[in-house]
């Protein structure tokens, strides 16, 4: 086949050369071409890939979804957003403004909170003061205003003294802090709620290590001001009396004490010391132990504290015929600047593990002033009916001696079980525990011997 082909010629030759070079230059050109172009592709990809692009578009999004109202994916993509770069700032004031249309105030909190510690950015931090404040104003208005609202907005001011909004609306929210009463204008702040004091307590104790560390003229009026409730007649747990008391001492310390706290203060004092004296004998009643009265009604305690009621002197118990003592509650009563107290009756806490009420009135035999004490027991879980009430009396009275009627120092016990308000049965013993005991003739005597 070689002897068939035809010689090339040398110009034939040197064209063809020609001809491969000018295809390989073309071929190289259009690698390089090729080459240039895919660094470009490459590059765009490169970029898109970038944290802070990538959360650009997700807030990008985000914000194409709020503007057409649809809140939830919005929210989904500010958070697609804060997933990629935690420092995107526009991410966490645009997902917390989304979540204020759909009014979930607490969500949009968070958020602000959250993308503050994570960024420290002061923008960040002032819109959760303003939501807090905004928040706690919008309750106010609405008169949903209570503790935890006025909480809120001195927890803004334990991170921001200053700040001028929150220590003006603090200030002004007072009454509402304090805006449970009951149609006799008794404050139940502390007594209807579990949580209100504890709030309280905290919120007061943020404000006095805010007042420590950043002294001001404004914190200490707001201080001084909360220290004391709002109004003149408060129901008060006496749980929480401890707690309270060192809230007072604390302000004394700080020396933001008033007249009013101080009073406080010592309502406070005397019902702890009050009620030293009855908790030995609150053990023993409660336990069934009613002949424990006989000698709690002629010791020297008892008989000094009635004696006080006696000749009318000016006591921080409030001074009343009957004085009621028990250890769920007390009512804190205001007169002229200064406060007083008393312990709960059986009527104002039903629900009383049991109350003792020391007699304060004069009543004498033949000269000699008796000494008397009711016991009203824990009612059950039937209601307040039927109810017992014991009074144990010491006093100079006949008792029957041998067939004849002799006066005497005895005791009596009064046992009265009231089926209705207006319904009881009475059974009265004289010389109870005695060697000449006896049960009286009640219908005989037509009177009743309870307070």
Sequence with gaps: MTGNRR?????????????????????????????????????????????????????????????????????????????????????????????LSLEDTESAKTVLYSGWENTQSEALLNNYYAVVLNEAVKKINAGEGDMETVASMINVLSMDPDNADALE?????????????????????????????????????????????????????????????????????????????????????????????????????????????????????????????????????????????????????????????????????????TWTYRFMSFDENPSTQGVLTLWANFLEDDGIQRNAISYEPAGDDSGYYPHTNYTVTYLYSNVTINGTLTPKMNYRLSTEIFTSESESEETIVVDWGGDNESTMDTETIGKKMTP
């Design 7 to 99: 010689q090339l010629t040398r110009a034939e030759i040197r064209a063809k050369k020609r001809r491969t070079k000018v295809f390989i230059a073309r071929l190289e050109l259009g690698l390089v071409v090729f080459g240039l172009f895919g660094s470009v592709i490459g590059g765009v990809i490169l970029y898109n890939q970038l944290p802070g692009v990538k959360a650009s578009k997700a807030v990008a999004a985000g914000n194409e979804y709020k503007e057409s109202a649809e809140y939830q994916q919005a929210i989904e993509s500010y958070e697609n957003a804060i997933e990629i770069d935690a420092s995107n700032l526009e991410a966490y004031s645009n997902m917390a403004g989304a979540y």
């Design 169 to 337: 609306l603090v200030s002004s929210a007072y009454s509402y802090a304090f805006g449970s009463t009951d149609d006799s204008g008794n404050n139940l702040t502390f007594w209807e709620s579990d949580d209100a004091f504890d709030t309280y307590d905290k919120a007061m104790v943020s404000l006095m290590d805010t007042y420590e560390e950043n002294p001001s003229d404004e914190l200490s009026a707001i201080i001084t001001k909360y220290l004391v409730p709002a109004s003149d007649s408060v129901y008060f747990k006496y749980e929480d009396a401890a707690e309270y008391t060192l809230l007072l001492e604390r302000a004394a310390s700080l020396g933001l004490s008033t007249a009013e706290s101080d009073s406080l203060e010592a309502c406070f004092g005397d019902a702890s010391g009050v009620l030293s004296v009855f908790e030995g004998i609150f053990s023993e009643v409660d336990s069934g132990n009613i002949e424990a009265l006989r000698e709690f009604v002629v010791s020297e305690d008892y008989i000094t504290l009635r004696d006080a009621f006696l000749n009318n002197e000016e006591t921080i118990l409030q001074n009343t015929t009957y004085v009621p003592v028990s250890r769920e509650g007390l009512v804190l009563e205001r007169t002229d600047g």
